[in-house]
């Protein structure tokens, strides 16, 4: 096979192959628990959903934002959302006690590109501890 040939099958193949790996990263934060809470809160949620505009849309997490983080008993991430009104952020903190243990919300609330911040949910142990203070 001629060098060009393998050059650009090479790169025809690593591209292929990252934008897959993509792919399969979305969709795994997608179908986590954390994730797919958030998003329920933000659907019931009628005050964002004005604010938003019929239809929402859920896109692909900015999988370079230092935002987002992950680790074994804590979460942090910045969802990107739209409608027709408007666009925004979807923030969500979330914390398990224990490695195995089930996710819990800490935090989730909308930011609109105007400024707009819309609560939608704080854990009754963060408000607990806010009036200890």
Excluded at 2 to 11: A, I, N, T, V
Excluded at 24 to 50: G, I, N, P
Excluded at 115 to 131: C, V, W
């Amino acid at each position: 096979m001629p060098l060009g040939k393998l050059f650009l099958f090479s790169g025809v193949v690593a591209s292929g192959t990252c934008t897959l790996m993509y792919f399969v990263t979305q969709k795994k934060f997608s179908k986590t628990l954390y994730y797919q809470l958030a998003l329920e809160h933000l659907h019931s949620h009628l005050e964002a959903l004005e604010a938003l505009g019929p239809p929402v849309n859920i896109h692909y997490l900015h999988l370079t934002d230092r935002f987002n983080f992950i680790d074994i008993t804590n979460a942090q991430l910045k969802i990107p959302v739209s409608g027709s009104k408007a666009k925004g952020l979807l923030y969500v903190r979330s914390s398990k006690d224990a490695p195995f243990k089930r996710w819990n919300l800490q935090e989730v609330f909308l930011e609109l590109k105007s400024g707009q911040k819309i609560p939608m949910f704080k854990s009754n142990e963060e408000n607990r501890n806010d009036t200890k203070k």
